[in-house]
Antibody, heavy 117, light 108 residues
Framework: QEQLVESGGGVVRPGRSLRLSCAAS????????IHWVRQAPGKGLEWVTF????????YYADSVKGRFSISRDNSKNMVYLQMNNLRAEDTAVYYC??????????WGQGTLVTVSS | EIVLTQSPGTLSLSPGERATLSCRAS???????LAWYQQKPGQAPRLLIF???NRATGIPVRFSGSGSGTDFTLTISRLEPEDFAVYYC?????????FGQGTKVEIK
């Protein structure tokens, strides 16, 4: 069964850091790009970042550029999102999603990040 | 960046009725690289339609997509109780793949 499972969310103070993890199973992770998409409470979907299948390229939304960093370890079937200098507006459920290019065909269940003092 | 505008914001219908959701792009979406996702409360989004009109694996035939260029439509032929949810369109033709703001289909 193809699956993505996020972890690492929690409550963090503004300015601090957090690292999210996305564990893939049931498919060959190294064949796919992976995206992170977030959803603030009661709001719509916001694309955050994307990493190519081999980690050679990555892309970021302007809202997180310079603060967030995506990486992957295909040998461990893992993708990571390092979030630094967190702000209140980063509060959201963060989803990792498998990408066929920019088409997101498999989503994880999400992990909640709350940035609050 | 391509901006997608969905209408209406909320659609109030009864089970068994037909739902028609619209997604309009600020510029042409090449090769019909337009997708629809369904999100139920407390759940992750799920891919419904890709390539404007192709159902994803396991999606019932009552869901259909159409359109090209800048105007796209998602139709649910007869609403089932489990179809009441929020629907998002997404263009994946150009970077970044942008989402519409969503249409909520609620029970009337």
């Amino acid at each position: 069964q193809e699956q993505l499972v996020e972890s690492g969310g929690g409550v963090v103070r503004p300015g601090r850091s957090l690292r999210l993890s996305c564990a893939a199973s049931g498919f060959i992770l190294s064949s796919y790009g992976i995206h992170w998409v977030r959803q603030a409470p009661g709001k719509g979907l916001e694309w955050v970042t994307f990493i190519w299948y081999d980690g050679s390229n990555d892309y970021y939304a302007d809202s997180v550029k310079g603060r967030f960093s995506i990486s992957r370890d295909n040998s461990k079937n893992m993708v990571y999102l390092q979030m630094n200098n967190l702000r209140a507006e980063d509060t959201a459920v963060y989803y990792c999603a498998r990408g066929r290019g920019w088409l997101l065909d498999l989503w994880g269940q999400g992990t909640l990040v709350t940035v609050s003092s | 960046e391509i901006v997608l505008t969905q209408s209406p914001g909320t659609l109030s219908l009864s089970p068994g009725e037909r739902a028609t959701l619209s997604c309009r792009a600020s510029q042409s979406v090449g090769s019909t690289y337009l997708a629809w996702y369904q999100q139920k409360p407390g759940q992750a989004p799920r891919l419904l339609i890709f390539g404007a009109s192709n159902r994803a694996t396991g999606i019932p035939v009552r869901f259909s997509g159409s359109g090209s260029g800048t105007d796209f439509t998602l139709t649910i032929s007869r609403l089932e109780p489990e179809d009441f949810a929020v629907y998002y369109c997404q263009q994946y033709d150009s970077s970044p793949g942008t989402f519409g703001q969503g249409t909520k289909v609620e029970i009337k």
